[in-house]
């Protein structure tokens, strides 16, 4: 079975500015920024035998703010730059009660089926409380990066960049392919 790295994008792939308590998504492609260094450090997590899922709520799609053929070239431009698997994306609004729509875990169960998954050495990266709380459900562990966005409920670790992230993943992830305990360092 492979394990996978659950990325969000907004925040964590590419930049997106904080307003009123929620990550504002770049909404055409000339605003559209991959963060520095998240090419490296996805590369070292792929390297490691990971595969790649990011992951996104677009509820733009559905109130039309968001034109599905930007949304279509923004990704084009991440698939092309960053070695992702694949790029899931929630269409839907908050109140469309879909399964799919993040604190919901349907987009990790999905993956999880389709790509065979060990979710128990599988991670989900992000710098939201709804990607914890839908880690939780969907049994892979979660790695929260800090931001005004954390929120109060369940994670599993908090740390202050995607390079400490991958550190973390990438200490915990031993090579026979099983987490190892946390050894402290004298
Ligand atoms: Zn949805």
């Known amino acids: 079975m492979k394990s996978a790295i659950f990325l969000e994008r907004d925040g964590i792939l590419n930049d997106a500015t904080i307003a009123n308590g929620h990550a504002q998504s770049p909404l055409h492609m000339a605003d559209f920024r991959i963060r520095p260094g998240v090419a490296e450090e996805l590369t070292r997590l792929r390297e490691a035998g990971f595969l790649l899922i990011a992951t996104t709520n677009q509820p733009g799609l559905a109130d039309g703010r968001l034109c599905r053929s930007e949304l279509d070239l923004m990704h084009r431009f991440l698939a092309h ?17 879909c399964h799919c729509h993040k604190p919901e875990a349907g987009l990790f169960t999905e993956a999880a089926f389709k790509w065979h998954l060990d979710m128990d050495f599988s991670f989900v990266v992000s710098d939201k409380w709804y990607d914890a709380a839908a880690a939780h459900v969907a049994g892979c562990n979660s790695i929260l990066i800090e931001s005004p966005l954390n929120g109060q409920g369940h994670h599993d670790f908090v740390v202050k960049d995607l390079a400490a992230a991958t550190d973390k993943i990438l200490g915990l992830h ?5 987490i190892t305990p946390e050894v402290a360092v004298a």
């Open 174 to 178: 031993s090579p026979n392919g099983h």
């Open 81 to 97: 730059r960053l070695p992702l698997d694949e790029i899931m994306v929630c269409p839907h609004a908050e109140d469309d009660n």
